[in-house]
């Protein structure tokens, strides 16, 4: 049986040396990074069994992204276009201090992703897993992706398994609006929410602190757990009434990207393994910021690296 099933496009990320410029580089480092196949690296990291569902292209830049994300542990059950035309998505990501800051510029349209129909997939995983998960980056991608985004929702619902849905809001994908239509169409097939504290002011209008926006969350769509991120300011979760706070571990940043991704899969792995609330909030703050000290999308962390850092915060607290 597999622990967690996710769906979604994962691209080729390319990046010159830090400091220096797209326009000028010599060098580009290449990684695979896609939220829902870093929240399955992240949990099986963390001992979890994982299955990324997703369509590539018959390409050696599809098997290039096939290959790294096995050699993290993740299953990989793949569409595979073989149309002339099928194309990979494609990011690059420009390191820069202030003032100039890091720049992020996407070549994603028209990736083999954006055409992929539930008859495309292999979805009996689904119908065996733990939990199913995908975010709001997949349906913003096309109409396709949308509509299979919410049957993938309605099947693992049917089979029993819980659903889980990351707003992950992406202006560049999007309008606040279309995200927000789109997001009240699937939530009646969502069990767990993670939802960021911007993207749900943002695309939903909530206002209020952590807690109010939970409450309001879990009882207008009647959710069993929402998640809702504050970045630097920790998380809050609320399930059946019980809330749960958890603070920002610290952390020397070598590469933000893929942190909030981290977080769910450490916050996934721990409640599958019968972690509390709470302790799922730490074992996810804790992943989070361990990804943060390593280059890449991914959170190539290991349990006990993870149990490290929750045991340090509560022996600050202790003395």
């Known amino acids: 049986m597999t622990d967690i099933v996710t769906f979604g496009e994962t691209m080729l990320r390319f990046s010159p040396p830090r400091g220096d410029r797209l326009e000028r580089t010599r060098e580009l480092d290449v990684q695979a990074g896609g ?32 290959s790294e994300l096995e ?9 595979w276009d073989d149309r002339d035309e099928a194309r990979v998505g494609t990011y690059y990501l420009e390191y820069g201090g202030e003032p100039r800051g890091t720049n992020v510029i996407y070549d994603r349209a028209n990736a083999a992703i954006t055409t992929a129909t539930v008859d495309d997939l292999d979805t009996d995983p689904i119908d065996d897993a733990d939990v199913f998960y995908t975010s709001g980056i997949t349906p913003a991608l096309s109409e396709t992706a949308a509509t299979t985004t919410e049957a993938l929702l309605q099947r693992a619902q049917a089979a029993g398994t819980t659903t889980a849905f990351d707003l992950n809001y992406r202006s560049k994908l999007w309008s606040p609006d279309e995200a927000a239509e789109q997001y009240r169409d699937l939530f009646a097939h969502v069990d767990v ?7 749900t002011r943002t695309c939903l209008g909530l206002d209020g602190d952590a807690a109010e926006m939970a409450e309001h969350l879990a009882s207008t769509y009647d959710f069993e757990t929402v998640v809702v991120t504050r970045g630097g300011e920790g998380a809050l979760a609320l399930h059946d009434g019980d809330v749960a706070e958890q603070s920002v571990f610290a952390a020397d940043t070598y590469d933000a990207i893929g942190t909030g991704d981290a977080f769910v899969g450490g916050f996934l792995s721990k409640r599958l393994d019968g972690g509390t609330l709470r302790e799922a909030l730490a074992y996810g703050a804790a992943t989070a910021s361990l990804k943060r000290t390593i280059d890449g999308d991914v959170a190539l962390v290991t349990p006990a690296e993870v149990d490290t850092v929750v045991a340090d915060e509560h022996d600050t607290i202790s003395r």
């Open 71 to 79: 050699s993290y542990g993740v299953e990989t059950n793949i569409a």
């Open 193 to 199: 929410l993670v939802a960021p504290v911007s993207d």
């Open 35 to 66: 939220a829902e196949s870093n929240v399955a690296a992240a949990a099986a990291n963390l001992g979890c069994d994982t299955v990324w569902l997703s369509k590539l292209p018959a390409s050696p830049l599809g098997r290039r992204i096939v």
